[in-house]
Each structure stands twice: as C-alpha cells, then as structure tokens.
C-alpha cells in the first residue's frame, strides 16, 4: 500500500510582545482551517509558536520570564488548536516554551494525534546566543540564560499520520545546522523530519558581514542536505517579519529525500504551504547511496562523540 501523506508548513507572521497566546492560537486555528480544506494530514508550526521570540528580551531575574512558558499541554489557552485537530482529524507540530513541575525550562516541540496525544516530545539541544545581557549587541539572543540544555537526545517516533505509519522525528532551529543532529535521526530510519525556526535576517554578532541572503541559502542548505544525506522529507517551518522591531527571514521550505525544496513560503505573513510526500521515495537513498548498514564507518568517527572543540593539526614538517 503505498503510503503517500499531504504535510504542511503553517508560516506564522510575526508576534508581537503584547500579542496574547489566545490570538496567535487564533491565527494557528486558522491556519488548521486552511490546511483541513486543502486534504493536509500533518501541519507544522514554527519554533516557540505562542509567544514572540521572547529570548531577546532580556530579564535581570530569570523567573520574571517565566510567564512565557508552559506548564500544561494543553492549557486552557491551547486547548482550541487541540479541539481544531480532532475536529479536522489532522496531526500537529507545535513549538513552545516548557516549564517543568520541577523548575526546569526547555525550548520544546511536540506532535499531536490527532486524538489530541501527544506521540513524541523533544527538547532542544543545540542552544544559541548567550546567558547574560550583551550590551554590544542590539538585540539579545538569551536562549542560553532561559533554557536548559534538552534531555531526549534527538527521537524519532513510528506513528500513524494520516492513516499511513511515519518514522518522524524532531529538531529545533539551531539544530538545522548540525549535521551530527540530523544523523541521529538517520540513524533512527526517519521518513519525516519536522523543525520550527526563529531566525534574524541579519547575523547580530556582529563580528563580520553575512548578507541577508546568505542567512536565508545557509538554512535552506542545512535543510536541504540534511534531507538528502538521511533520505527524509523535511519541513521547516518559521516565524516570519518583523517582530519587536527585529526582523525574520521566513522562507519556510518543504524539502524531499532528494534534497531538492518541493515548496516554499513566499510571504512574511501567516501562510500555509503544503506537499504530498510518498514515504516510499526515502528508500532509494537508504537503500544505495546512504545504506548506512553498508557504508558507514563509525570508527573512523570517534571525535564526533569525543571531542566539542576543534583541535589544532599537527604540523607538517619537511623530511
Ligand atoms: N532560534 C534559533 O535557534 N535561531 C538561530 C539563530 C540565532 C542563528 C538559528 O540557528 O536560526
């Protein structure tokens, strides 16, 4: 039976600081609506979908941010997005902040049945930016001060979306970039890789020049290769416009095994943007070229486990 499924990206425009959870829940459930009218199965939000980008807002006491976070999925202010997918029978990523019953804080994602269970969880590992106020910088990136480091390594799940199983699995933004992220989830045969960003349009460290148009190519490359060289559908979903005054790229993307982008948001506003991926299609890569049974070589692989830092070579000296 071939198992082909219609998956979404659902762009949001920005969300400003003084937006309620309920309206951008609004703005989502319409979103849900959308989807549901054009046969989708799986939507996709972006990274933090709740609230605005809040790490760049800085709070000299850390428990001051803590009326950005979570602490039940659903509350009351999500239940309306739960209440969309079991009336729609569509499954949902959504990307929010966790406060733990322990205290603890995570930048985390979940995919929702559309029954309303969540199927799999994940915490964000790579974290950004930094933990104390940067006064050289003119917009903080303080994911490092609110978040713990994530503690489900990077999982994958086999679960039924629409009606056909799915090896899907989970990053965040940052971990786009990561090679050794997207591995993990190959490794775990993933079909389906489903991450939400929050990205500037401008490198705000500013310790050299990198074109807006290069921020944007340097995710879609991530995504793209990290596609290919698992052999995986992948969607990445953003956060898009201005937002506080600083702006997000959008160009959220849906990408196939072959690396190559089968749809891609063309506004800085909430839109939705949908592909039919045939699961099947991720065996040709499995199978040949990445047959990571057949190829891989872990133990030449040691210092990617072994070591964080680059080390300098040694080196050469003339005989
Ligand atoms: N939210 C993020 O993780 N953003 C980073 C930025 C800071 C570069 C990203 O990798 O897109």
């Known amino acids: 039976m071939p198992r082909i499924i219609t998956v979404a990206a ?11 959870r309920a309206a951008a829940v609004g703005r989502m459930v319409r979103l ?15 990274e933090l979908a709740l609230t605005t980008f809040f790490p760049r807002h800085y709070h000299a006491d850390r428990a001051e941010a803590d ?21 729609f029978g569509i499954a949902f990523h959504l990307g929010y902040a966790e406060r733990t019953p322990e205290g603890r804080h995570f930048n985390t994602a979940i995919l929702v049945s559309p029954a309303g269970e969540v199927m799999l969880k994940y915490r964000k590992v790579h974290l950004p930016g930094h933990a104390e106020h940067d006064p050289a910088r003119q ?96 969607v990445a979903t953003a956060k898009a416009g201005v937002e506080d005054g600083c702006e997000l790229f959008g160009h959220s993307i849906i990408v196939n095994p072959q690396g190559e982008i089968l749809a891609q948001a063309t506004t800085w506003d909430d839109e939705l943007i949908t592909a039919d991926c045939d699961l099947d299609r991720c065996t040709l890569g499995r199978t040949t070229i ?24 040694p080196e050469w000296i003339a005989p």
């Open 290 to 313: 990445f047959a990571f049974d057949r190829h891989r070589r872990p133990e030449a692989y040691g210092r990617i486990t072994g070591q964080v830092g680059a080390v300098a070579p």
């Open 32 to 46: 849900m609506e959308r989807a549901h009218a054009r046969g989708v199965q799986v939507v996709v939000f972006p």
């Open 139 to 234: 917009v903080q990136h303080l994911e490092k001060r609110y978040f713990d480091v994530g503690d489900l390594g990077f999982p994958v799940v086999r679960a039924p979306l629409g009606g056909v199983p799915v090896n899907a699995g989970l990053m965040i933004c940052n971990d786009r970039r990561w090679p050794e992220a997207w591995r993990v989830l190959g490794l775990q045969s993933v079909e389906l890789v489903m991450l939400g960003y929050n990205t500037p349009s401008t490198n705000q460290d500013g310790q050299g020049f990198e074109a807006p148009h290069l921020r944007v190519f340097h995710s879609h490359l991530s995504v793209q290769a990290g596609a290919y060289q698992n052999a995986t559908y992948a």
């Open 10 to 20: 659902a762009q949001l425009g920005p969300i400003q600081r003084a937006e309620p």
């Open 67 to 87: 009326h950005w976070f979570e602490t039940a999925m659903p509350s009351n202010e999500t239940a309306p997005l739960f209440d969309a997918a079991r009336r």
